[in-house]
């Protein structure tokens, strides 16, 4: 059976400050997928999530579930798709608990209140990402890493069928970037989520993504599974970098940074 598209930008570009940060990009997600998105510094990645998450004007359309984006209103657009911004605005004097419930909020309608379910999906997100302990630490407490956990707590919380996360693993160290992803992937396969990220390391990358897309500039370069795209010539190409690639059984990639020669 031929699986639906979840997220289709089509001729997509986005202006800053009179600079063309994505040119003209295409691409169709299949829902269920896990799209990573990579590419090196300021080559567009954030500006493309910022497309989906309607924070940053553009041209070209771009539909989610079929929909044209222009014409699905906010609050529509929050019960399909949940976002996880690379630099949150985390609200002064609020606790855990309260700021990931907040990822309620969509589902709510003209209840003013969050149901007792409302409470229960919070509190078991919150365990799952081992800040059970945290519900009534205020924000301002918290290290950036444990800030960025519960950042992507409020995201799962939203139960959305799209996952649109930038760079979700920042500021966390290795164990717990580690868990992240992989509640995000077990996550995936409970729910049929469809998952749009981008993520700065390779080798995580590699490890997670079942379809990969690269940008330099703006542009497309090429996308495909990992092994297709995480290769030593385009990690050469466009991070300036040697590295060896290994294909793993299941499809993932093992990316391995090699030292420049010393004199």
Known sequence: MEQSVAVEWSDVSVVLGGRTVLDRFNLSVTGGSWLVVIGPN???????????AGTV?????????????????????????????????????????????LGRSPHQGLRFSPSERDRRQTVEVLHRLELGGFTARNLDTLSGGER????VARALVQDTPILVLDE???????????????????????????????????????????RMAVLDGGRLVIHGTPAEVITPGIIARHWG??????????GSVTVTVRRRQQA
Request: proline share 4%; glycine share 10%; no cysteine.
């Open 57 to 101: 004007g553009h041209t070209g359309t771009i539909r989610i579930g079929g929909d044209e984006t222009g014409g699905v209103q906010s609050a529509e657009r929050a019960r399909r798709l949940a976002v996880v911004p690379q630099h949150p605005v985390i609200p002064p004097g609020m606790n855990v608990f309260d700021y990931a419930l």
């Open 168 to 210: 979700p693993t920042s500021f966390l160290d290795l164990g717990h970037q580690l868990e992240v992803l992989e509640l995000i992937a077990e996550l995936r396969t409970e729910r049929s989520l469809t998952v749009i990220s981008t993520l700065h390391d390779l080798a995580t990358a590699g490890q997670f993504a079942d």
């Open 241 to 250: 970098v040697h590295a060896d690639t290994d294909v793993d059984a299941d």
């Open 148 to 151: 960025q956990r519960v950042v």
């Open 42 to 52: 300021g080559a567009g990645k954030t500006s493309l999530m910022r497309t989906l």
